[in-house]
């Protein structure tokens, strides 16, 4: 007998701790349903945190906006405004000195300019190498100068086509030309005298 009230108590313990134990696993399935108040806030803590947390990373609210901009405003509104594009009725006025008008015009008179404040003509003295052109010579002019880098000696011969109004110089006369306007295609210059006949 008494090992059938052993037993039953054994039975009884069992009966309770698997009723204990059902209880737990629904009141855990209750809560990862979330039919329990305890799991309604809990949620709702993670709801206010994850709200809390959208809060701080989105923009300012309206308020905030307008505040800066009083900032702001008020920050340009102490610097001068640049006096480069006001409208020309809201410019300084400058006074202007007054002048005064002569009773009568004087008469605009234009002196003559003497002809030696004229530019300095440049000037060539060379030998005539063709006079086959009417009024025309060829005259060749020997430059010699130094290397600017090198100093050597250079020589080098420039033709020039000068006009002469006569004919006069020949083949071979030493003459000296003077620049002038230009007078055709190619002439710049024009005879000024026969420095030697040829022989």
């Excluded at 015009?105 to 003497?114: A, H, L, N, W």
């Excluded at 006369?173 to 420095?195: G, H, N, Q």
């Amino acid at each position: 007998m008494a090992d059938d009230e052993t037993k039953n108590e054994e039975t009884e313990v069992s009966d309770t701790t698997a009723a204990d134990e059902a209880a737990q696993v629904s009141d855990t399935t209750a809560a990862d349903a979330g039919d329990t108040p305890v799991s309604d806030t809990t949620t709702a803590d993670a709801g206010d945190t994850a709200t809390e947390e959208v809060s701080d990373t989105s923009p300012p609210t309206p308020v905030a906006e307008t505040a800066a901009a009083e900032e702001v405003s008020d920050t340009t509104e102490k610097k001068p405004r640049s006096r480069k594009h006001v409208p020309r009725s809201q410019r300084r006025a400058r006074t202007k000195p007054v002048r005064e008008k002569p009773a009568a015009r004087k008469p605009i008179t234009r002196t003559e300019k003497p002809a030696s404040e004229l530019g300095r003509r440049q000037e060539r003295r060379g030998v005539v190498i063709s006079d086959k052109g009417d009024k025309t010579i060829v005259v060749k002019v020997d430059v010699i100068k130094s290397h600017p880098r090198y100093k050597k000696v250079v020589r080098r011969a420039v033709k020039f086509h000068a006009h002469d109004e006569g004919n006069t110089a020949g083949i071979g006369d030493t003459v000296r030309i003077v620049e002038t306007r230009p007078l055709s295609k190619t002439k710049r210059w024009r005879l000024a005298e026969i420095v030697e006949k040829a022989r």
